[in-house]
């Protein structure tokens, strides 16, 4: 059987032709991809920039709300005008694949190219897409124009120094740093202003705002976090608490620090006063300056490190379920898989209580040279 000149190019050419029959199932693919996450944002952002705009409910967003609802309605048409496209773009691809199979089996074939209606819903969409668009850049230049930057909050407080300190958070990261200066200096980046409540001049509070409000990506664009900067003093008492920030302290200069996360980390740099740290999701770091008071480190399933001066004296109570503990610095050969007693003799000997259900837990000595 004779093999027409179609069918023979078509079987020379097979490889590129596959590989270009894929791409275009790819792009496809894509296309509708694109359609569908452009029309789920324009769902979110069209409404809640219009409320937004209305003053009905507060957004952290780096676009002024005019822009917001402009960008969120571009997304909407801009989809609607993929999924239009999609509905012309697919059966041309499945067309053009099954028209090429058909003249590699040396079959008859018709035109591929054929006229078809105008799609004046695809044409409606992108140009109602493209004046979403210019009012969008419009509305945010104007807004840039007239002073605005973003609804993100940025703020810097200062406090007279106060001997108790109580920071709570749901999810802010937040830093304790000690400074050369006078009174206590707050630094934050957030969705909402922060809560103070000092009731006398030793006693200062300070708490995150949780009332609702939208965040936009802020959170990632902005790098939200709270930084303390505390003068060196007597301290009396740190209560430090957060949902899911992570919690980092420089030096404990306080003669009782309490610690308490959910899912946040906690860190704890130059430890010397009575400390308390409970991460119930989250790990425990904590470095010693001087092990004169007793410390208490408990945690759920993340893992707990602790460092110490080599000559320090320590009485460790050690509980897990189904945790271990890593110590050459209490003499620990290999690693524990159960409860356990024991001390390290030396003059002045402290207590250590760790608890963790499932974490590991590893206490040596500090290489203070490295630090």
Not at 12 to 31: D, H, K, V, Y
Not at 95 to 122: A, C, H, P
Not at 192 to 217: A, G, H, R
Request: with cysteine; aromatic share 14%.
């Amino acid at each position: 059987m004779k093999t027409s000149r179609g069918a023979f190019w078509a079987r020379i050419f097979f490889l590129p032709a596959a590989a270009g029959l894929l791409c275009l199932f790819l792009l496809n693919f894509l296309i509708i991809t694109s359609a569908l996450v452009s029309v789920a944002v324009g769902i979110l952002c069209a409404p809640i920039g219009a409320l937004y705009l209305l003053g009905a409910i507060g957004v952290v967003s780096d676009l002024s709300p005019s822009a917001l609802t402009a960008a969120g309605l571009f997304c909407l048409c801009f989809g609607c005008f993929l999924c239009f496209f999609t509905a012309r773009f697919s059966p041309f691809c499945l067309r053009l694949s099954q028209r090429y199979f058909t003249v590699l089996k040396d079959e008859k074939w018709r035109r591929i190219y054929t006229g078809g209606k105008r799609n004046r819903f695809m044409l409606l969409f992108f140009l109602l897409s493209l004046f979403a668009l210019a009012a969008a850049a419009e509305a945010q230049y104007l807004s840039k124009k007239a002073g605005f930057e973003s609804t993100v909050v940025r703020d810097r407080l200062v406090f007279k120094t106060a001997k108790y300190l109580n920071i709570s958070t749901s999810g802010l990261d937040y830093e304790l740093r000690f400074h050369r200066g006078d009174g206590i200096l707050v630094e934050y980046v957030n969705d909402t202003p922060m809560i103070v409540e000092q009731s006398d001049v030793n006693y200062l509070k300070l708490v995150q705002d949780d009332s609702f409000t939208l965040s936009l990506f802020a959170r990632e664009q902005f790098g939200y976090k709270m930084t303390v900067w505390l003068p060196e003093n007597d301290y009396r008492e740190f209560y430090l608490d957060s949902g899911s920030g992570d919690i980092y302290i420089s030096e404990t200069l306080s003669d009782y620090t309490e610690i308490r996360t959910r899912s946040g980390n906690i860190t704890v740099n130059g430890a010397v006063g009575k400390l308390s740290a409970y991460a119930a999701g989250g790990s425990i770091s904590c470095t010693y300056a001087a092990f004169v008071n007793a410390g208490s480190f408990e945690t759920k399933s993340g893992n707990i490190d602790i460092r110490l001066p080599d000559f320090s004296g320590i009485k460790l109570e050690f509980r897990t379920e189904n945790g271990y503990l890593d110590s050459k610095l209490l003499g620990l050969k290999e690693r524990f898989y159960t409860s356990l007693d024991i001390e390290k003799s030396a003059p002045l000997s402290r207590y250590l209580y760790i608890t963790t259900e499932s974490g590991g837990v590893s206490v040596e000595a500090v290489n203070f040279q490295n630090r």
